[in-house]
């Protein structure tokens, strides 16, 4: 069908895609699109499927005309795309756009077109082996180890009823509550019953924390409580309120004690306290290095991109913003459709959303084409059975079926995924063993993992 066809680098990484028909083709086209809905036309005076071509013409010619363009547009581009070389063909999601929308169709005259499309965008790597990079230097004391020990103490913690006592900092209370005036009357559609949260959290709209510390079981009191201009709650914010609270249950942790029983009930693998802590140790020692190579990388990589050219297409970034918006739906439990209208209720849109993620979007699709450009240079290539021995070793070091997480990976299709981790991999120890690491400033190892944030 097309006769003749040119294809043009644009700007951005797309490119314009000229195409001629010629015109007898567009007659024949016009002709049997003509044909087709003259089989079944039946206008009064003539009989079904006899009504004269001219006729037709007269009364449909225009809407036959624009039809056909349409026809010829898609065959022809159709055709075209499937000829020129990979590197200009459009991306699965680009979307091929007409130059010319005001385009018209003559039946017997040759019919030329553009349309524009995004395409891989080729990047030109810069240099990226010999650069310089900061290594933090990681401080690590015992109280790091003392700190993990004390959180799995809490997460072991019994919970029991306090039988006697006072509420305290840290117990968990229940409580119904409800706004009253100043005659201590309830205030309408404010009652909340068994209300349960920690004390001294936060996790709750009026912040009654240090207020309850003190109460007994049972106990009822009338709270009163000014809230800042600034208040987290919107609807608090500035005002006085007067809150009748009522404490119905009280419960403690019972957190166990650090010996070696604990340890053992931690795990089959420690027989004493100081087994548990050696593991604790090694574990802080593995989070800390994978922490300063993640941190190595990115300075790499900020330097990688600086001296690199690649233009990431606009349907590139597109994709990768709408990626994100269905990831972060899916973290909140909702679809994209009702973050629409969480956010609508906040008085923000997605649009205005995108246009703030759009340059972490765009300097993270630089990154990735980076990285594989540059696994391409370093001719790091990872095999099927590669990738399934890694997943291997990762589940018996979580002490997890090898076999049914491997069945899993393979038949949701999930081995390229590991293949191409472990490419990066591969590449980053290249390039970091091929880099100027300097020692860099101390670090505190809370500050360095952002548990202290």
Same mark, same amino acid.
Do not use: C
């Given at each position: ?8 680098? $644009? ?34 005076? &003539? %009989? ?23 026809? /010829? ?32 169709? =003559? ?36 109280? *790091? ?8 103490? =809490? ?13 305290? *900092? +840290? ?9 009253? *005036? =100043? ?10 019953? @068994? ?12 912040? !009654?924390?240090? =207020? ?5 079981? +049972? ?22 309120? %007067? ?18 029983? &604990? ?9 004493? !306290? ?65 973050? @629409?209208?969480?956010?609508?209720? $906040?008085?923000?849109? %997605? ?21 594989? #450009? ?53 590449? &980053? ?8 690491? #300097? #020692? +860099?400033?101390? /670090?505190?190892?809370? @500050? ?6």
């Amino acid at each position: 069908m097309v006769q003749e066809k040119q294809v043009e680098a $644009q700007e951005n990484s797309s490119v314009k895609l000229t195409m001629t028909v010629p015109a007898e083709e567009v007659r024949k086209a016009y002709d049997e699109l003509v044909a087709k809905y003259r089989k079944d036309a039946q206008l009064k005076g &003539f %009989r079904k499927g006899k009504v004269p071509v001219d006729v037709l013409e007269r009364k449909f010619g225009e809407s036959f005309r624009a039809e056909t363009l349409q026809t /010829v547009i898609e065959s022809a581009l159709q055709e075209s795309i499937e000829s020129v070389e990979e590197p200009q063909r459009p991306l699965p999601y680009a979307r091929p756009s007409l130059v010319d929308e005001e385009l018209e169709l =003559e039946p017997d005259a040759p019919l030329t077109f553009s349309v524009t499309y995004d395409v891989f965008p080729e990047a030109t790597l810069g240099e990226y082996r010999g650069l310089e990079v900061t290594e933090p230097q990681v401080k690590m004391t015992k109280k *790091d180890e003392d700190r993990e020990l004390e959180s799995m103490r =809490e997460q072991n913690a019994l919970v029991i009823e306090k039988d006697e006592g006072a509420v305290a *900092d +840290g117990d968990i209370v229940t409580i119904n509550y409800e706004e009253v *005036d =100043e005659n201590d009357e309830p205030v309408a559609d404010t009652r909340r019953e @068994d209300y349960t949260f920690t004390v001294g959290s936060g996790h709750n709209l009026y912040h !009654l924390d240090t =207020e309850l510390v003190g109460m007994e079981n +049972g106990e009822t009191r009338t709270i009163e409580k000014e809230y800042p201009e600034d208040f987290e709650h919107e609807e608090l914010a500035g005002q006085k309120k %007067r809150l009748r609270v009522e404490v119905t249950v009280v419960k403690q942790r019972d957190v166990p004690d650090l010996d070696d029983e &604990f340890a053992q009930d931690i795990s089959d693998d420690f027989e004493t !306290l100081a087994d548990l802590r050696k593991d604790i140790r090694a574990r802080l020692e593995k989070t800390a290095a994978e922490r300063v190579r993640a941190q190595k990388i990115d300075k790499l990589m900020e330097q990688i991109v600086g001296a690199s050219e690649v233009e990431v297409p606009a349907s590139m970034v597109d994709t990768e913003l709408e990626n994100s918006w269905r990831n972060l739906a899916q973290q909140y439990q909702v679809s994209p459709e009702q973050m @629409d209208q969480l956010l609508a209720m $906040q008085g923000q849109t %997605r649009d205005a959303i995108f246009e703030d993620w759009r340059p972490a979007a765009i300097e993270r699709l630089k990154r990735s084409l980076l990285v594989q #450009k540059m696994i391409e240079r370093e001719e790091i290539e990872v095999t099927e059975e590669e990738a399934e021995q890694q997943i291997r070793e990762d589940a018996e070091e979580r002490k997890a079926d090898a076999d049914q997480i491997l069945e899993y990976y393979k038949k949701n299709g999930m081995l390229s995924y590991v293949q191409q981790e472990l490419a990066e991999k591969r590449m &980053f120890d290249t390039v970091l063993a091929a880099s100027n690491v #300097k #020692k +860099g400033d101390k /670090v505190e190892y809370v @500050d360095l993992v952002g548990e202290n944030e």
